[in-house]
């Protein structure tokens, strides 16, 4: 993905294409393309740097420094998605790690060049509150999957997260008749981790979740071949 594709995604998609055309031409000069090998950090907690980061394309995975320093990552991000607008909020250092789970492609825009266009009309402003909003609905989805008692409930929760079928904001999932099979690009422990759940227990429910045709497991990660049947799952207990 090259610079200009980038942009154009960033730009028409996700939080950017919800401001005003105005703010989009004095914000997007501002980026630097950054590509990104799956593996490899995107961003560590502690560090000093305070770029806004847009995800153009790939899948992201995030680890809070906010807790046990053996946390599992509590999130998947898939384009579009922003991070990394803490620092320029609330000032400090980075208190989430980034890593790429893909090959990925982010643009970065620095504070230094931000905040000077926030300075200069404070109008802009309200534009980042609302990334402050879509940063609680996620914490909030994340929170909440985990209090799900039930295991294979719980499962299907942060499994469906993690692959972007239930978008943060209560922005809806789409029609389900075109959903296609997504690939989560997590090992079978990292889930069971992120879903407090035993690696045993997990596996269990992932056996059964592969017997009906809802996923398949493999190398590369997690395929969910039947996302609303996977959804359904979730929803099993309010159906009764």
Do not use: C
Not at 16 to 21: C, F, G, H, N, R
Not at 146 to 153: H, N
Not at 203 to 222: K, Q, S
């Amino acid at each position: 993905m090259d610079r200009d594709e980038g942009l154009q995604v960033l730009a028409t998609q996700g939080w950017l294409a919800d401001t005003s055309e105005e703010f989009r031409g004095l914000f997007l000069p501002m980026a630097r393309w950054r590509h990104f090998e799956a593996g490899r950090p995107v961003t560590l907690a502690g560090d000093e740097a305070d770029d806004i980061i847009g995800l153009a394309s790939g899948v992201i995975a995030f680890t809070s420094a906010m807790g046990h320093a053996d946390n599992p990552f509590s999130h998947l991000a898939r384009a579009v998605f922003w991070m990394g607008y803490g620092p320029i909020l609330l000032g400090g250092p980075r208190v989430i790690s980034a890593e790429a789970r893909s090959e990925v492609w982010v643009a970065s825009f620095p504070k230094a060049r931000v905040l000077p266009l926030l300075e200069e009309s404070t109008r802009w402003w309200r534009f980042f509150m609302r990334l402050v909003g879509e940063y609680g609905h996620v914490s909030s989805m994340i929170a909440g999957d985990l209090l799900i008692p039930e295991s294979e409930r719980r499962l299907a929760a942060v499994l469906s997260r993690f692959g972007g079928l239930r978008p943060p904001g209560n922005r809806g999932t789409g029609s389900s008749s075109a959903w296609t099979p997504v690939l989560v690009p997590v090992t079978q422990a990292e889930l069971a981790a992120a879903a407090n759940l035993s690696r045993n227990s997990a596996g269990n429910v992932l056996h059964g979740f592969a017997r009906r045709g809802l996923i398949e497991t493999g190398y590369r990660g997690i395929l969910i071949t039947d996302p609303a049947g996977l959804l359904s799952v979730l929803d099993s207990r309010i159906a009764r």
